[in-house]
């Protein structure tokens, strides 16, 4: 299934809404997480990509592949490059450590974000259940 | 004599003005030989900065004395000189420690209201005041359209390298191709602490084109993602100095992007009432050291540019794409407008 597509968004909605370990971790969050993943034409990737996922003490209330309005109005939103998220959702990259570094930019409040070391770990856990295909190859 | 003149947003024009005269004692006049159009004229050129209809534009110009006043003690009628672009009083508590830029009688040639009134040297005839500070000699075995450079963007790039403290075998990621940008490229390679290479970065494949013939690695962010392809020309860590030399919101964040954990962003390029949103904590963990050059302290830097250049250490010629005679000023703008061109040299 290609990265961040819709049917890879719905892959991982499936997933974060039958995933026990990820309600417990994530039962205190609030707020939908817009996901940016900039382009690389080089990389087989022309256009931005925008996703949403709706997250609400630990269910996902519905998330896909969004326009930029809808992305930009999610109170929190994550960018990087193409490559540097396909290093995250193979496992290669720890998002907080990234988002600490400045490797994943966070626009919203981060120290709230980064409290959710567990939630965040768990969704990566999600992300390598899904046979992801990736545009510069799987 | 004729001169290039605001005209109205998005105009300039050629007038005929009286010829400038001695009016303080530390005075020169000069004639202009070449003159040239710079990015900061585009300021102006915009309506960004105030500028009146009638008034004098232009800052970069080398030319030989004609005229001095009583105080002038290191230049005579006939030398040959480089006009530095920021006119400073040399005396100041901030000139006698270098920062010329921060003069507390810091004005602008060809800059309205804006530069302290001073005529601009986009014309046959320039005054300059407190000569003996603000004009440099030039050597006999540099020709004047190479040594027109060291009065503002061969001396502004070399001044963004040398607070940058290159460390032998950095990687310096240099944003913007610009003229200002090109010469910081020529600036990070003939540093004594050489760096293991100098990325350039830009979407235009002719000021690519020309970086790489400078020694530089093209990096064309239309196709690949800055962040990317600087990580991986440094070990995935980032650049160890990233020189920004746009002066654009997008252009400060990719600096901030760029760059390694520990690593120094220097920013040479201009900004006005441009905005920013930052983490400051992401910059504080990273531990990133941020500088701004402000305008280039010319002064304090154009003796090691021009020896540089004398040495051919740096070339900035290839930066030439186009020479007008003064009374096609106006195409030369638009063409510097619409980047067609990446330096028009005026001949008056």
């Known amino acids: 299934m290609a990265f961040a597509t819709p049917s890879w968004f719905e892959a991982l909605v499936d997933l974060i ?115 992801t295909e990736f545009a510069d190859g799987a | 004599m004729r001169a290039a003149v605001f005209d109205r947003v998005g105009r300039v024009r050629v007038d005929e003005l009286p010829d400038p005269t001695v009016e303080e004692p530390g005075d020169a006049v000069i004639r202009v030989t070449r003159s040239a159009i710079c990015g900061s004229d585009l300021h102006f050129l915009h309506g960004k900065a105030p500028i009146s209809s009638g008034e004098p534009m232009g800052h970069e110009a080398v030319g030989v004395v004609e005229a001095t006043g009583p105080d002038v003690r290191r230049f005579g009628r006939g030398d040959r000189v480089v006009v530095a672009f920021d006119i400073v009083c040399g005396r100041c508590w901030f000139c006698t420690r270098g920062q010329t830029q921060l003069c507390e009688d810091f004005r602008n040639l060809g800059a309205g209201v804006f530069g302290g009134g001073l005529p601009g040297a986009q014309a046959e005839r320039l005054r300059v005041p407190v000569a003996d500070v603000n004009l440099l000699g030039i050597p006999d075995d540099v020709g004047d359209e190479a040594a027109l450079f060291v009065g503002d963007v061969l001396s502004t790039g070399w001044y963004a390298a040398s607070i940058a403290r290159i460390a032998q075998g950095d990687t310096v990621a240099i944003l913007g191709m610009g003229p200002v940008g090109y010469c910081a490229v020529q600036a990070a390679l ?159």
């Open chain 2, 190 to 348: 003939a540093m004594e602490s050489a760096p293991g290479r100098v990325l350039a970065l830009d979407r235009e494949p002719a000021r690519l084109a020309l970086a790489a013939g400078a020694g530089a690695v093209p990096i064309d962010v239309t196709t690949s993602h800055p962040v990317t392809a600087v990580a991986e020309a440094s070990g995935g860590r980032g650049a160890d100095v990233v020189i920004e030399a746009v002066g654009s919101p997008d252009a400060f964040e990719t600096a901030s992007d760029v760059v390694r954990r520990g690593g120094t962003v220097v920013i040479v390029g201009m900004y006005a009432g441009e905005t920013v949103q930052m983490q400051l904590g992401v910059w504080w963990a990273r531990a990133i050291d941020l500088r701004f050059s402000g305008v280039c302290p010319v002064h304090t830097v154009w003796e090691a540019a021009m020896e540089a250049l004398r040495a051919e250490r740096v070339d900035p010629l290839p930066l030439i794409s186009h020479r007008l005679p003064l009374a096609d000023v106006a195409r030369g703008y638009e063409l510097f407008d619409r980047r067609e061109a990446t330096k028009v040299i005026l001949l008056p």
């Open chain 1, 17 to 131: 809404n039958g995933s026990a370990a990820y309600r417990e971790a994530a039962a205190t969050w609030e707020g939908d997480i817009a996901f940016l993943i900039e382009a690389e034409p080089d990389r087989g990737v022309p256009l931005d990509v925008w996703g949403v996922l709706d997250l609400w003490h630990g269910e996902c209330r519905g998330g896909g592949v969004a326009d930029e309005d809808r992305g930009r109005r999610a109170a929190y939103l994550l960018r990087a490059p193409y490559s540097r998220w396909r290093q995250v959702v193979t496992g290669e990259l720890d998002p907080i450590k990234a988002m600490m570094q400045g490797k994943l930019k966070v626009q919203g409040d981060l120290p709230t974000i980064v409290r959710q070391v567990r939630a965040a770990n768990e969704l990566v856990e999600l992300t390598l259940l899904i046979p």
